[in-house]
């Protein structure tokens, strides 16, 4: 929903903000300061995807459910393995927001978190 929205309502200047975000994010090292760097630049490229959604309240029920998620994903070690991969859906998730295609934005978005949780799940099964 908030996506759909933000690509709704996102102007020129949500644009430029979210191809820098997306620039930063994929020159940033995730094997360096446990990834720390890459994670922040995650977290925003993400935050700014979504941020002309309009409503305060869904983005901060966006933030509560990615705070809870990180914890978990945190768990393991990084996998620079997937690193091309996950570049590859920010690099089309920004595409589809320029091209406000909102439905196939939206089905990248649930593939993405989906990935996500298989990233996750198999760090905890790895390292439990």
Do not use: N
């Amino acid at each position: 929903m908030a996506l759909e929205r933000a690509i709704a309502h996102g102007d020129s200047l949500w644009e430029a903000d979210l191809l820098a975000a997306a620039h930063r994010l994929k020159r940033a090292d995730i094997t360096l300061d446990k990834g720390e760097e890459w994670e922040h630049l995650h977290t925003q490229f993400h935050r700014t995807l979504v941020a002309p959604c309009g409503s305060v309240w869904l983005l901060r029920f966006i933030e509560q459910l990615h705070d809870q998620f990180d914890r978990y994903r945190r768990l393991g070690p990084k996998m620079p393995t997937i690193r091309q991969e996950l570049d590859e859906q920010h690099h089309q998730l920004v595409e589809l927001a320029l091209q406000r295609d909102a439905k196939a934005a939206r089905e990248l978005m649930d593939d993405h978190i989906h990935k996500s949780y298989e990233v996750a799940l198999k760090r905890y099964q790895e390292h439990a």
